[in-house]
Each structure stands twice: as structure tokens, then as C-alpha cells.
């Protein structure tokens, strides 16, 4: 999982910087919009990071993450005051293939806004074009 000190340094960081992320990171507003999607984590997925943005991360990009375990579970994160990150496990089943991947949540400060780290576990090279 990406290391608390290094979320910490996102937090700040533009949104075009998160392309050198090593990890797959999803930004998301309040209500789950889309507001920027690396390049990590469009070669994850398969997606297209440009075609994500502006649409609903759980309904229209990823509706394999809107159960309670994950969307619901983002929703309570948000209503917390004082948790400004949280971590857990989850298993995404892509019709390329399934991968188990740690997720952090990660409140971003001065924005109703919410980094969502996505790092695979098995640690493969997952290097694919989209």
C-alpha cells in the first residue's frame, strides 16, 4: 500500500503530477465525479483517463466499486471529521482479469475532494496501452 508519508506529499500535489504516481490514484468529489484519473490507473483498468473525467467513478467507471464495501463505505469516510485517511483491501473483477489491490482513501485538504490510491497486491507488471 502506498506508505502514509507518501499520500501526505499528494496532497498537495497538481493534478498532472499524479501521472508519477506508482500507483494506480482517483480523484473524486463528494458525490463520486471524477476529477482526475492517472495513467497508472487507466492501464489498470483499461480505460481512458481523458474519457473518465467528469463522469461517476462508481456508476459509470467503476460499477464493480458501488456496494456498500467500497461507495458506501467512501460516504461514511466523507462524513468523519476527524479520519482524513483509511485503508483496506478489495478485489476488482475486470473483465481482463481480476486483482486484488489495497485502497486508500485520502481526504484532500482545502477541497470537498477525495484521492482514491489504488495499488495492486500482487505487484505484476501491469503495464498495458490503452
Known sequence: MPDSERLWR???ISYD???ELPFGAVVVDYVGMVV?????????AHKDAQ????????HDVAPCTSVK??????YEFIKSKERVSET???FFPFAHG????????LKLAGKEQILIAIERVDKLPDAVPV
Do not use: K
Open 10 to 12: 499528494i496532497v498537495d
Open 17 to 19: 503530477g499524479l501521472d
Open 36 to 44: 482526475a484519473y492517472n495513467q497508472y490507473e487507466a492501464r489498470l
Open 51 to 58: 474519457a473518465v473525467i467528469g463522469r461517476n467513478f462508481f
Open 69 to 74: 464495501a467500497f461507495e458506501g463505505r467512501m
Open 88 to 90: 483496506f483491501d478489495y
Open 98 to 105: 481480476s486483482v486484488d489491490v489495497t485502497i486508500t482513501f
